[in-house]
């Protein structure tokens, strides 16, 4: 199925019911007066997130959704019936924004987490409700309001500790492969990668961790090139970016340290924040750099880069090296944890 990870969807809420006009009409009561009941109020509309709706491809089809309206009132001061709400699914991680005003209204990040995305109109007013000592048989009634319109705009963020980045070929497909259950389009021509993927790496101690694999970047993605930058919107939920550089591109005029600077441009083109997220340099395809020279090549490549974060040499293909990248990776995840956990509970004792 293809992914879809941005839809543009109208929402109607229901609409108020009207208030009725009626008089009390029974024998042997010759002043009844007013008997006309309130309108039901219109149905909310909400998204919910749900695990088992993957992607956002169904808003493709279908674009507009109402909730319903509410009942007109009735005589015997009888008022109408609610308008059922309409709950819409939606992935887990998906971002509700107002197509009109940009304003973010929502992010659904929790199985079952639900968000009005468009509020019901209010009830009419039946004659009843008008009548006083001065007005005892009021004509008046008013009709219920309109229901709230919207124009969403629905996107949706892979949830993953882990964002894996690269120029096309850099071997993060055949990388995840070898780390998860993941099995995404391996071959040796760019662009294998079309839409991201999702690998859980599980450890032996049953610790676990996911991991997302995003289509290759280009020189001037910003602008469109390649496939562009419409996927980087899932990294910026991850806590930690791995860098993955092709030691021994088929390309012998591909530099290492040119394909970490295009990238790393490229991210500051997107997003500040992204830019400087942190962020582990893998030195990937070290199977097919001869030994003698497999040290000097490695140290030139941080040398020119003045790379002063962590590095690890890996085998993508083979494994080499990527128990202990996946070792590290958990290791900071827990430490990212604590450290959030320990935050929190000052936050509380200072309160």
Known sequence: MKFV????????????????????????????GPDGGDGGDGGDLYL?????????????????????????GAGKLCSGARGDDLVVKVPIGTEAWDDDTDELI???????????????????????????STNRAPR???????GEERRLRLEMKLLADIGL??????????????????????ADYPFTTLYPNLGVVTMKDVRSFVIADVP????GAAEGAGLGIQFLR??????????MVDMAPADVKQDPVESVQIINRELENYSDALGRQDQWLVLNKMDLVPEDIREELCQEVLDRLNWQGKVFRVSGQFGEGCDVLCGAIMDYLDDLKEAEQAKLEQEKSEE
């Open 106 to 132: 929502g992010d659904m990040t929790e199985h079952g987490e639900k968000l009005l995305v468009a509020k019901g109109g209010w009830h009419g007013l039946g004659n009843a409700r008008y009548k006083s």
């Open 48 to 72: 919910i997130a749900d695990e088992q709706v993957n992607t956002l491809m169904d808003f493709r089809f279908k674009r507009h959704y109402k909730a319903d309206r509410g009942k007109n």
């Open 165 to 186: 980045l690269g120029l096309p070929n850099a071997g993060k497909s055949t990388f995840i492969r070898q780390v998860s259950a993941a099995h995404p389009k391996v």
């Open 216 to 219: 290759g970047l280009v020189e």
């Open 5 to 32: 990870d941005e839809a543009k969807i109208t929402v109607n809420a229901g609409s108020g019911g009207n208030g009725c006009l009626g008089f009390r009409r029974e024998k042997y009561v010759p002043f009844g």
């Open 234 to 243: 899932h990294l910026t939920r991850t806590k930690l970016l791995l860098h």
């Open 140 to 146: 008046q009634t008013s009709n219920g309001t309109p």
